[in-house]
């Protein structure tokens, strides 16, 4: 158990829906990386806060936003939902102080887009 | 141009003996770290090892080391004395200090799918 907690574990939807996925970082950890793996892309880094604040983006979709909360939880929010959204999408953790730190990764929410 | 390139889709290998997966990387970036994430059939991301630019010696974890070739690119795992356990697809990744340091986002290989015979 990575101490990384994503709710929900599966989530099945129609195109054109919106859906949120939900992380809980490591206590400790004040930052979180939202990642997207897929048959045909792999793994890819989609969008990186600390601290509440947006750090970093990588390829994510206009139609994908996300956010960090005051209590450091995080939400990915994506809408106008398509089949090729289907993908495992893992949040990590890191206390983000050192460049060896580990990232940790959550169990995972995979979406279905049907 | 590809980061990180994992050159092995599959590999096989038989219980108790050693195996290596292949990593190269690409980067201008002086500091860097290099990471070894399994992913077994079940989904979860579980980190391995961790190899860091500037280390002097190559990394060890349990049956987990690190061949890092700084001047080749290059930072295969090597896992020693197989076990079915180890099944899994394999991940190599890297880290780029950049600017600031503070993006620390991983840039993932397609991964190894390794498959250990009884």
């Known amino acids: 158990d990575s101490g990384v907690t994503q709710t929900p574990k599966h989530l099945i939807t129609a195109t054109g829906q919106r859906v949120t996925l939900r992380c809980s970082p490591r206590?400790?950890?004040?930052?979180v990386y939202w990642y997207q793996q897929s048959l045909d892309q792999g793994l890819q880094f989609l969008i990186q806060y600390y601290n509440g604040e947006e750090r970093a983006k990588g390829n994510i979709l206009e139609r994908f936003s996300a956010q960090q909360f005051p209590d450091l939880h995080s939400e990915l929010n994506l809408s106008s939902l398509e089949l090729g959204d289907s993908a495992l999408y893992f949040c990590?953790?890191?206390?983000?102080?050192?460049?060896?730190?580990?990232?940790?990764f959550g169990p995972g929410t995979r979406l279905t887009v049907l | 141009a590809q980061k990180i390139t994992q050159t092995q889709p599959g590999m096989f290998v038989q219980e108790k003996e050693a195996v290596t997966l292949d990593c190269t990387y690409d980067t201008s970036d002086p500091s860097y770290g290099l990471f070894w994430y399994k992913q077994p059939s079940s989904g979860e991301m579980i980190f391995l090892i961790y190899q860091g630019s500037y280390d002097q010696q190559n990394a060890t974890e349990g049956r987990y080391s690190l061949n890092f070739q700084k001047a080749r690119k290059s930072a295969n795992l090597v896992i020693s004395a197989s076990q079915l356990g180890d099944s899994a697809m394999y991940f190599c990744?890297?880290?780029?200090w950049g600017s600031g340091g503070s993006n620390y986002k991983l840039t993932f290989g397609k991964g190894t799918l390794l498959t250990v015979n009884p």
């Open positions: 990744a890297m880290r780029e």
């Open positions: 206590s400790g950890d004040l930052s």
């Open positions: 990590a953790s890191s206390v983000a102080g050192d460049l060896g730190n580990e990232q940790f």
